[in-house]
Nanobody
Framework: QVQLVESGGGLVQAGGSLRLSCAAS????????MGWFRQAPGKEREFVGA????????YYAGSVKGRFTISRDNAKNTVYLQMDSLKPEDTAVYYC?????????????????WGQGTQVTVSS
């Protein structure tokens, strides 16, 4: 049974930092691209960033580039999302996802497995 479990969400003031983790089980973690998405209240779920399988090439949405950093530890089957300089507009439920396209995709349909999400709230 495949499971992706996010953790690390919470309430933080604007300008603060949080680190989200996503622990995977039931899959050969290293062969999957890992993506992070978020969904704010009343909005569509959107791509945040991704990290490529096998290598550590990362991709980011323009809204988070320079503030967020994705990394992975294949030995721990875990992907991380370090979020710095948080803004109120970063408030959302954050999801991790696993996909097997050649390069990481910003499209949700290219991801096979999804976590349940973790809430991040940034106060002003």
């Amino acid at each position: 049974q495949v499971q992706l479990v996010e953790s690390g969400g919470g309430l933080v003031q604007a300008g603060g930092s949080l680190r989200l983790s996503c622990a995977a089980s039931g899959i050969t973690f290293s062969i999957y691209n890992m993506g992070w998405f978020r969904q704010a209240p009343g909005k569509e779920r959107e791509f945040v960033g991704a990290i490529r399988r096998y290598v550590t090439t990362t991709y980011y949405a323009g809204s988070v580039k320079g503030r967020f950093t994705i990394s992975r530890d294949n030995a721990k089957n875990t992907v991380y999302l370090q979020m710095d300089s948080l803004k109120p507009e970063d408030t959302a439920v954050y999801y991790c996802a696993a996909g097997s396209t050649v390069v990481p995709s910003p499209s949700q349909s290219d991801y096979t497995y999804w976590g349940q999400g973790t809430q991040v709230t940034v106060s002003s």
